[in-house]
């Protein structure tokens, strides 16, 4: 409660920064649009982050128009924009005592005692609730507000608290360092550019170490810390920051755990940035692309989770124009072309990759088995996160996944099978874009040849979801339902009889959801196959070993019962009388 209290009482002394209104037209130097569109345009580029342009300089800083929320300009300007004066027309920093007001000197005096800030540090940095402790915004806004409002005065009665903490493993000490380290990065947004860059100068060396020393109860507050430092800030004032966090976040120093820490904490500050970082999302998805194929599993979770920030903003809308971040599309042509020796082959694909160092035979296979796992983390994580559905060149990997997701669910299967049965599962359940349909149909149907019978069972299952999410779509395309009624029959037919049974349950789903009719050629053609004369039975030879292949008629014949199965099963739920709602059924309920 006193900790709650003293940044309350920060936050009233507060001191006002003026504003001046500025025209965002005449900063770009483009002239207003005719109409609304969002997205990235010559009229809100200045607000991008320009690794050749950032203000590195005092004289580029004072003259930069520096704009804190992030949602100013992406669809529109507001009517009167304000963004704050010039330093020098700024409260007046680096106050002496004499110049504070009396509730200002009793804070100042506390803070500026190394006794009380050592009594202070050493119960901030003690363990509460073991196991339970994290990232105190109360703490952290008690430090944002000492940082505000007397700007550094503090700083070198901190500064061997903060080195010591950093370099301290244990938990409590890292959470402490964490929040006190946003407080500084979010107080110090008024500071001049010579006390900002004195600051990173300290700071810099803290990160690094801090990183080097992350753990399992200390990563979720670094990220926490990292992501409340860049929220509703100008990414270009934060330069130092980007910058230290995008030095070789893979470097191996510290082992896969501390990689996938790194990427983590500084996914926390791109989210954050969300439109006005494309350099930045560019220069790490150069840097992550050769690094696809990590043989570790926590680090490729950790890839596919960034991959998904990197990817965000790049959504189809009307109105919208295009983006400057990379773009899913480009991204996608060139894994599909890496993962040409996966899909050129039709057998099933079987993971023989460990989690190891990477020695022995690296082929093209293996390595292309390495990119498929981060793609499918990378897909998996998209399906939740995304604001667009998946693109054309994304639905090309579906024969892959076919191959590769198992038919039951067993939890002795390895990652690979698992991952490409939940990417199915995610993938059918989003919405598709009617020009995606035939695209879609197309690979079904190619897929529903395969050699593989548990390819062709999962084009089955996948056909289901896909179907009842974009039903309306589907319905709408007379085609596209003959194709998929065609594709259905022919399964039926199916030599394998699991294919078989899955393809009786597809067509009792889409008769239930009257998305099908038994109309009079489907009923036609299930009864002839009923009526398909079987040959006799040959006698056999004791201890001659039966022949369990079942021969084409005898398939046929078995299609046309669970044909007409599949529309008895899709009306059970009917009320009574069946006969009343489905005349249709007497005619052929004599079969069974």
Request: aromatic share 10%; proline share 5%; net charge neutral.
């Amino acid at each position: 409660m006193a900790i709650s209290a003293v940044a309350g009482i920060l936050k009233q002394l507060k001191r006002v920064h003026k504003t001046v209104p500025i025209c965002p037209y005449e900063v770009s130097g483009n002239l207003k649009p005719s109409s609304i569109q969002a997205g990235d345009r010559l009229d809100n580029q200045w607000l991008h982050y320009d690794g050749q342009n950032l203000p590195k300089t005092k004289q580029a800083w004072e003259s930069c128009c520096f704009v804190e929320k992030t949602h100013w300009g992406y669809y529109t300007w507001p009517q009167n924009m304000l963004v704050y004066a010039p330093a020098d027309q700024q409260p007046k920093l680096g106050r002496g005592r004499e110049e504070l007001l009396e509730a200002e000197q009793a804070i100042y005096d506390h803070f500026s005692d190394p006794k009380f800030v050592e009594q202070l540090i050493k119960f901030l940095s003690l363990e509460d609730r073991k196991g339970k402790d994290k990232f105190n915004p109360r703490r952290f806004c008690l430090f944002k507000g000492l940082f505000r409002n007397f700007d550094d005065a503090f700083l070198p009665v901190l500064k061997p608290h903060l080195e010591r903490l950093v370099a301290d493993c244990h938990e409590s000490t890292q959470r402490c360092v964490a929040e006190i380290i946003a407080g500084l990065i979010r107080g110090s947004k008024h500071w001049t550019f010579e006390k900002v860059e004195k600051l990173w100068m300290l700071l810099c060396p803290l990160l690094r170490t801090a990183l080097s020393n992350i753990t399992v109860e200390t990563y979720n507050d670094w990220g926490t810390c990292i992501a409340t430092s860049c929220e509703s800030r100008d990414p270009r004032k934060l330069h130092f920051l980007f910058e230290l966090l995008l030095e070789s976040p893979l470097s191996g120093e510290g082992g896969s755990f501390v990689d996938a820490c790194r990427l983590y904490v500084l996914q926390g500050g791109l989210a954050q940035q969300e439109w006005r970082v494309p350099e930045l999302l560019h220069r790490l998805l150069k840097y992550l692309e050769p690094k696809l194929t990590q043989v570790y599993k926590n680090v490729r979770e950790r890839i596919g989770s960034v991959l998904t920030y990197i990817f965000m903003i790049d959504v189809s809308l009307p109105n919208t124009a295009p983006t400057k971040s990379p773009r899913i599309h480009e991204f996608t042509t060139r894994i599909l072309e890496k993962l040409k020796p996966l899909m050129e082959v039709d057998e099933e694909i079987q993971n023989h990759v460990m989690e190891e160092n990477g020695v022995g035979e690296q082929d093209e296979r293996t390595q292309g088995i390495k990119l498929l796992k981060t793609i499918l983390k990378w897909l998996m994580a998209s399906a939740g996160r995304s604001f667009s559905t998946a693109v054309t060149e994304q639905l090309q990997l579906l024969p892959l996944f076919f191959k590769i997701a198992p038919v039951e669910n067993d939890n002795s299967y390895d990652e690979l099978k698992r991952d490409a049965k939940m990417c199915l599962s995610l993938m059918s359940q989003g919405l598709l874009y009617p020009q995606q349909v035939p695209l879609v149909l197309q690979v079904l149907k190619q897929t529903a040849k395969s050699n593989s019978w548990h390819a062709r069972y999962t084009v089955l299952t996948y056909l289901q979801t896909m179907v009842f999410y974009n039903l309306f779509i589907f319905l709408n395309n007379e085609e596209a339902v003959s194709d998929i009624r065609w594709l259905v029959i022919k399964l039926l037919e199916d030599e394998q009889l699991e294919v078989r049974e899955m393809a009786a349950t597809t067509l009792s789903g889409l008769l239930q959801c009257s998305f099908l009719t038994m109309d009079g050629p489907m009923q036609t053609h299930f009864e002839q196959l009923c009526k398909m004369r079987l040959p006799k039975k040959r006698k056999r030879d004791p201890g001659t070993v039966a022949d369990t292949i079942p021969s084409g008629d005898l398939v046929k014949r078995h299609a046309g019962v669970l044909g007409l199965s599949a529309c008895i099963f899709a009306h059970l739920n009917d009320p009574q009388p069946i006969e009343v709602r489905t005349p249709t059924l007497n005619s052929f309920l004599f079969l069974f």
